[in-house]
């Protein structure tokens, strides 16, 4: 069929009239593929996007004026009386049914040379169960703990949705309840040239990649579940990633601070180990705390010190939050609250003469939104220091990286299950592995209670 006038003159008022460069050659499934793609995008923000200039110097100026965040730091955190506090409020609030579960997992696992979403990647140390399942039964073994409901809402992508959602249906959600278990798919963005044109993917396709995990807001407003939510009466949401099995999902301590300091956001953090470590950096700017991301922090004042040689940047974020259900309501309907940031990437492309080009160097921007841009709008913001042994250690690389990988992650599972097991006063022979399914147990206070006197464990053990 011949172009839509309309579909070329929106073309021309933007200068991207080169999306229409093969439509003669195209059948008539691929046109309507491509007019359907061309027609979903706002050209007039894609426009201001490109319009943008000087963020570099933004970041520069805000990191000049950055100080150390409020925070409950890892003594703060331990302090028996508060997190005695902490842990009454977080237990009350999970058994009223005031907390939800939000889990990002938008990802591939292509990294990993894992041809699947990465939350279908197998990480149990001795199970090789899922981070999906790991995760989903963590959630269910908090609910379980104090007797309430967790609302589960899984945020996926337009390549990772359909398998995801056809692997949890067929492992039945790892026995999370169907009525309290939400599936919805992030917005994508078109991916641009150093001229600011539009790239293709093939002829009949423009690139688009996952809008960041910063589309988890537009992904709960649009498919109904944030009011969802609020009409179950949800008021804390705790929001966490796919690719951390260590995440200590719904830990009623943390949402116990989080209530106690009444905070419409909390961020929980930890320590950076080394000053350009890739983590955002969690910071206060003009009173309001915020995440300048590594990328966008001045390696100057990522090296900044204090007296005594520390970190002065110090709290680095793991993308574990827990927000109030009524702090999204509002903010959702602030369009500045989320800005789009910039990535420079290697992006497969259709060249002007039809053929597929594969760059060597990054040739192509990326637009993405991240949620923790929200801090500077929420109030009483704070952030809660956790020891990465105990609470993070994400999986993103495959060998021969030195970190990150399966065999790493794997490791500091089976140490941290290992201290448990110590702590509970059972000896574990040196070389052993150990795996703890949430449940059994989810905590070290639940090992502690589980455990009673045992013999020593003498060999490679899974505990369910």
């Not at 977080?90 to 579960?101: F, P, S, Y």
């Not at 150990?434 to 053990?461: C, H, L, T, W, Y």
Request: proline fraction near 6%; hydrophobic fraction near 40%; aromatic fraction near 8%.
């Amino acid at each position: 069929m011949s172009c839509p006038e309309s579909l070329s003159s929106l073309l021309n008022t933007y200068g991207q009239s080169h999306l229409l460069e093969f439509w003669d050659t195209l059948v008539p499934l691929q046109q309507q593929h491509l007019q359907g793609q061309i027609e979903s995008i706002d050209f007039e923000q894609l426009r201001c996007l490109l319009a943008q200039e000087g963020l570099e110097q933004l970041w520069s100026e805000k990191a000049a004026r950055a100080e150390p965040p409020p925070a409950i730091t890892l003594d703060r955190f331990r302090d028996s009386v508060a997190h005695s506090k902490a842990l009454e409020l977080g237990g009350e609030a999970i058994a009223a049914g005031k907390v939800a579960m939000v889990l990002t997992a938008g990802g591939q696992g292509s990294r990993l040379g894992f041809d699947h979403p990465k939350g279908m990647f197998p990480i149990g140390p001795l199970s090789q169960r899922s981070l999906y399942q790991i995760i989903i039964e963590k959630v269910a073994a908090r609910a379980k703990q104090f007797g309430g409901i967790i609302p589960f809402y899984v945020m996926t992508s337009p390549p990772t949705h359909n398998e995801s959602l056809n692997y949890l249906t067929q492992n039945k959600r790892f026995g999370y309840p169907d009525r309290d278990f939400r599936m919805f798919c992030q917005g994508v963005m078109p991916a641009v040239d150093s001229d600011g044109k539009i790239i293709l993917a093939e002829k009949h396709s423009i690139f688009q990649s996952p809008n960041g995990h910063g589309g988890a807001i537009a992904g709960l407003v649009e498919s109904g579940h944030l009011q969802e939510m609020l009409d179950r009466g949800v008021e804390h949401i705790f929001y966490g990633q796919v690719d951390n099995p260590l995440i200590q999902a719904c830990d009623p301590s943390l949402i116990g601070f989080h209530i106690m300091n009444e905070s419409e956001m909390t961020t929980q953090v930890i320590r950076k180990n080394e000053p350009l470590q890739k983590v955002g950096n969690v910071v206060s700017v003009d009173g309001n705390v915020q995440i300048i991301e590594y990328s966008d922090l001045p390696e100057e004042h990522a090296r900044a010190q204090n007296p005594d040689g520390s970190l002065k940047f110090w709290a680095g974020s793991i993308a574990v939050h827990v927000f109030n259900s009524s702090f999204l309501d509002r903010v959702r309907h602030d369009t500045d609250s989320l800005p789009f940031h910039r990535a420079q990437k290697q992006v497969p492309y259709i060249d002007r003469d039809g053929d597929l080009v594969r760059p060597e160097h990054a040739n192509a921007t990326k637009f993405e939104k991240f949620i923790f841009d929200l801090l500077p709008k929420a109030k009483n913001a704070i952030v809660c220091e956790v020891d990465p042994a105990e609470g993070f250690c994400a999986v993103k690389n495959a060998p021969p990286a030195s970190s990150e990988t399966p065999e790493h992650v794997k490791k500091a599972m089976s140490d941290l299950h290992r201290k448990w097991l110590e702590r509970a006063g059972v000896s574990v022979a040196e070389g052993v592995t150990i795996e703890i399914n949430p449940s059994f147990a989810v905590d070290q206070q639940q090992v502690v209670a589980r455990m009673g006197k045992m013999e020593d464990v003498v060999a490679s053990k899974y505990f369910d």
